[in-house]
């Protein structure tokens, strides 16, 4: 669902509210910098590498022995042994031959060709269906009626060059989960739709009660767009695909280069997935025979007004024969018109209807027991549904996940035996909003909350830098693994060609963090793909990773994202889908084999403690707004009575910001602190002395519960389906997480007395986990538990 190689950042769930170092897409957005940049960075590693102090071979890993390291070793030797990139070849050849859309005949077709994959591997595997809403539509129309007359298109031709994109049973152009609507109105252009950027036209006195609004991708996620037009009154949403952001402004068009090409256009969901993803008719359960379904009419995910992406070959009449201002120069992006506000002259007529209907979304799920603690379960899913063809979104992640699967089979040829459950799921109906993920979470939520120990995400792939998010709790792990994989193009540990990134590309902390910090912060995780489930609605530590950042283009969501273009542009000889493979592969096993699950809290409480400074500081921040806002207004209200000729009526003045208490929370964190530091002491004394197999089921017991101590039954204000209270996607960010999700929002709607309750609930869930860290010291090493700890 999200981009992982497009300059866009609406649809990556790294984005964040605050910039976010961990992502490397800003260091190439400048087609002028990426030059020196290229050289920076390789200055920067030169740097880096012959100061590595010991090699990774020789240092222990977390949660082993001595003996199990050294054992562990051996195995993921023989496992990059068995990647064939031959495979992932041949699966994308097949799996991106054709359109297969959620409910399509071809995606049936996949399923079965994957459960019996993994069942000649060795896998017990099945195919699990949920029933899910999904529509179509039958009628798209989108004309502009004044002053002019004009009829877009709506339609991506097929190219002589690539006969990938003459393929039948495409779906149209259009953003699932629209309302239908028949609407005329005249157009006003918002820039991205986002709330700021209501708050610059409402300051020219432009209002969109009644209109139809046109903005284009970036800025947020798509479903904001329309979300917030409709709660400032407008009709009708319009989304265009922008030259600026992945067209000719940044290079060569497709077919000749990999941009957008004027008539490509960007597909995707619009359900207000920050209130809950899944099937929108059955919200908290599974989408199974006997569940009970919303009406249509109450689902609360579903727009509320028409909206429709659109291409640049179709926006252009449009943007051309606007009035009115214009429109701020960072609102402007690259075609050949001046960018005007409106409203009018321009006035448009769109006309959408939908088949609403019931479809099949098949998952495939293959287990592999476990041999001495099989009610521990690693899971590792990707999608594999598509928009079109999908060979890099998600076909480029679901070919790694086979071939890391294959070969993980493969070591059992030998005798070997996971110690712990693993799981392999192939989610259907990702793209429209995790519908397969999502469901299947709520239908197995009693057994999940039981024994999901780990979930580890990826999407698409391509070559570049890792991209890496997740629960914090999972940190140190995750840095041990990256140290240990190397980057097909540099020879150096992917690890540390991301730290050369952020000392080149990153802000002054971030910079300074990565030089001095021995570990790699994980990015928080939003939204956007199929982790949400396990990590926000049911508190399993989760992970998030894959390649990109080089493999650049337009494709993203259109009838262009071909094998052709896949193996042309993103991942030429298969080379990053190897290494991912290897690095998931690392992961699975690890988590799989250890004596000890791979939990580590000091990143936790490090991080934790970050997030706590951000909203403290936030309030001094809105406090200074608030004062700027009644400053200027009381400005403006004298000039209007100075000059009783011009019709002043202020707007309302922002009420004082109160003082927040946060000691509690604070008293809270360093509790927190302090138990997390004690469980390390406790789990590095366990490399000189193995754990008995009583103790190490009682210790994971323990460790799968810290993640559940962070949620909150009634789950977030407003939207109870999100029950984390450290990570989850913003009401107005989309896939862009919110950190202290139920404290921060509040603060930023100023909503105080909410505020200071979430607060109080936050301080109490961060004592709970400080408590269930310490039952889990307790049984690693009980002399470090003592009576001071709680």
Not at 116 to 127: D, F, L, P, V
Not at 244 to 258: A, C, S, V
Not at 496 to 505: D, K, N, P, S
Not at 544 to 549: D, F, S
């Given at each position: 669902m999200f981009s992982r190689n497009t300059r866009r950042c609406e649809d990556c769930p790294y984005n964040t509210e605050r910039p976010v170092s961990t992502c490397l897409l800003p260091l190439f957005e400048d087609s002028m910098l990426r030059r020196s940049l290229v050289l920076s960075l390789s200055l920067v590693v030169s740097l880096i590498v012959p100061f590595t102090p010991i090699s990774a071979q020789t240092q222990p890993m977390l949660g082993f022995d001595a003996a199990g390291t050294e054992r562990e070793r051996k195995l993921e030797a023989q496992f990059d042994s068995l990647i064939d990139k031959n495979n992932l070849q041949n699966w994308t050849r097949r799996l991106a031959a054709r359109p297969h859309h959620v409910g399509s005949p071809v995606q049936k077709e996949h399923a079965e060709f994957l459960v019996?994959?993994?069942?000649?591997?060795?896998?017990?595997?099945?195919?699990e269906r949920f029933d899910v809403l999904f529509p179509v539509p039958v009628t798209r129309s989108l004309e502009l009626v004044a002053p002019m007359k004009f009829k877009a298109k709506l339609a991506e031709p097929p190219l002589k060059e690539d006969a990938g994109t003459a393929q039948a049973g495409q779906l149209p152009v259009y953003n699932a989960y629209s309302a239908d609507g028949d609407v005329t109105g005249e157009l006003v252009y918002v820039n991205f739709g986002v709330p700021k950027d209501y708050e610059e036209l409402e300051k020219r006195g432009i209002d969109v009660k009644g209109k139809v609004v046109i903005a284009r991708y970036g800025g947020s996620w798509r479903g904001i767009k329309p979300k917030v037009a409709a709660e400032r009154g407008a009709i009708g949403c319009i989304?265009?695909?922008?030259?600026?952001?992945?067209?000719?402004?940044?290079?060569?068009?497709?077919?000749?280069?990999?941009?957008?090409n004027e008539y490509g256009a960007q597909r995707g969901s619009v359900a207000d997935m920050p209130t809950h993803p899944g099937d929108p008719l059955t919200p908290g359960s599974g989408s199974v025979p006997g569940t009970k379904r919303l009406a249509r009419k109450d689902a609360a995910t579903i727009v509320k007004i028409p909206v429709l992406p659109i291409s640049y070959a179709d926006a252009l009449p449009l943007l051309k024969a606007m009035g009115g201002p214009l429109a701020p120069p960072e609102w402007r992006g690259a075609l050949p018109v001046p960018y005007r506000l409106g409203a009018g002259p321009a006035k448009v007529r769109l006309k959408l209807a939908f088949d609403w209907q019931q479809v099949p979304a098949y998952n495939v799920i293959a287990r592999l027991p476990g041999a001495e603690l099989p009610d521990e379960w690693i899971i590792r899913g990707n999608h594999y549904d598509a928009w079109v063809l999908g060979a890099h979104d998600p076909i480029s992640g679901t070919v790694a996940l086979m071939e890391e699967a294959r070969a993980i089979a493969a070591l059992t040829k030998s005798g070997w035996k996971p110690k712990r459950t693993i799981v392999y799921a192939h989610w259907d109906g990702e793209e429209p909003g995790l519908l397969g993920s999502t469901e299947w979470v709520e239908t197995h939520a009693d057994e999940l909350r039981k024994k999901a120990a780990i979930y580890i995400n990826?999407?698409?792939n391509g070559r570049g830098f890792l991209e890496m998010g997740g629960s914090h709790t999972l940190e140190r792990y995750f840095n041990e693994v990256t140290r240990d994989v190397i980057d097909p193009q540099k020879q150096i540990p992917?690890?540390?060609?991301?730290?050369?990134?952020?000392?080149?590309?990153g802000s002054g902390e971030a910079r300074r963090e990565a030089r001095e910090r021995p570990d790699l912060r994980l990015a928080a995780l939003g939204s956007g793909s199929d982790f949400t489930p396990f990590l926000q609605h049911l508190g399993i530590a989760s992970l998030?990773?894959?390649?990109?950042?080089e493999g650049r283009g337009g494709s993203y969501h259109s009838s262009y994202d071909s094998v052709a273009y896949f193996e042309r542009f993103i991942d030429p000889g298969y080379r990053y889908g190897t290494t991912l493979a290897q690095t998931t592969g690392r992961l699975v096993l690890r988590a799989a084999n250890a004596e000890v699950l791979p939990f580590d809290f000091v990143a936790f409480a490090d991080t934790l403690e970050k997030y706590l400074k951000e909203v403290t500081a936030l309030e001094g921040e809105l406090r200074?707004?608030?004062l700027e806002k009644n400053r200027q207004i009381e400005e403006k209200t004298l000039e209007a009575a100075y000059d009783p000729t011009q019709p002043y009526v202020p707007p309302k003045a922002d009420a004082p910001v109160p003082a927040m208490d946060f000691a509690a929370l604070k008293t809270a964190a360093a509790a927190l602190r302090a138990s997390s530091e004690r469980y390390r002491t406790a789990l590095d004394s366990l490399a000189a002395r193995p754990l008995p197999p009583a103790?190490?089921?009682?210790?994971?017991?323990?460790?799968?519960?810290?993640?559940?101590?962070?949620?909150?039954?009634?789950?977030?204000?407003?939207r109870p389906w999100f029950r984390h209270q450290i990570y989850a996607p913003g009401l107005y960010t989309g896939y862009g997480v919110k950190t202290l999700p139920g404290v921060r929002e509040a603060m930023e709607e100023r909503q105080w007395s909410e505020a200071h309750e979430q607060s109080a609930i936050l301080a109490a869930i961060l004592e709970r986990v400080a408590g269930q860290i310490d039952k889990a010291t307790g049984i690693l090493r009980p002399s470090q538990t003592t009576s001071a700890a709680r």
């Open positions: 019996a994959q993994y069942r000649s591997w060795g896998y017990q595997a099945e195919i989304i265009y695909s922008d030259p600026k952001e992945d067209g000719y402004f940044q290079g060569e068009t497709y077919p000749k280069g990999p941009w957008r990826t999407d698409s992917v690890k540390e060609r991301v730290r050369a990134g952020r000392i080149v590309g998030n990773l894959g390649y990109g950042g200074e707004a608030s103790a190490q089921k009682e210790a994971g017991a323990a460790l799968i519960a810290t993640e559940r101590t962070m949620l909150r039954v009634e789950g977030l204000p407003r």
